[in-house]
Nanobody
Framework: QVQLVESGGGLVQAGGSLRLSCVAS????????MGWYRQAPGEQRELVAT???????NYADSVKGRFTISRDNAKNTVYLQMNRLKPEDTAVYYC????????????????????WGQGTQVTVSS
């Protein structure tokens, strides 16, 4: 399986910034889309931003102009730079990756997979 390790969450005042990172590790895989989702208490998980392997990005309207998603393909890492944070950005943020297995893995080459991180808490105080 592909393991995802997230970091960078924490407590910040409104107007501040945080940078989330998510590193994917495993054996013999390639990554296609990578993204960030979030879930606030009592709410459904929602998309924050995604980025394709070619670098095309997509953002939720609520974060456009404030958040920037990027990736380092050599490091199998996706980032989320969050600026001008608001209290309503408070949530657990989850990393998501989609990819496929390559020859040499324990799975059939070409088989697709999707993995989720364990989540990292972001709290924005007013």
């Amino acid at each position: 399986q592909v393991q995802l390790v997230e970091s960078g969450g924490g407590l910040v005042q409104a107007g501040g910034s945080l940078r989330l990172s998510c590193v994917a590790s495993g054996k013999s895989f390639s990554l296609n889309a990578m993204g960030w989702y979030r879930q606030a208490p009592g709410e459904q998980r929602e998309l924050v931003a995604t980025i394709t392997s070619a670098g095309s990005t997509n953002y939720a309207d609520s974060v456009k102009g404030r958040f920037t998603i990027s990736r380092d393909n050599a490091k199998n890492t996706v980032y989320l730079q969050m600026n001008r944070l608001k209290p309503e950005d408070t949530a657990v943020y989850y990393c998501n990756v989609q990819g496929q297995w390559l020859p040499g893995s324990s799975f059939p080459a070409g088989k697709r997979f999707q993995s989720w991180g364990q989540g990292t808490q972001v709290t924005v105080s007013s």
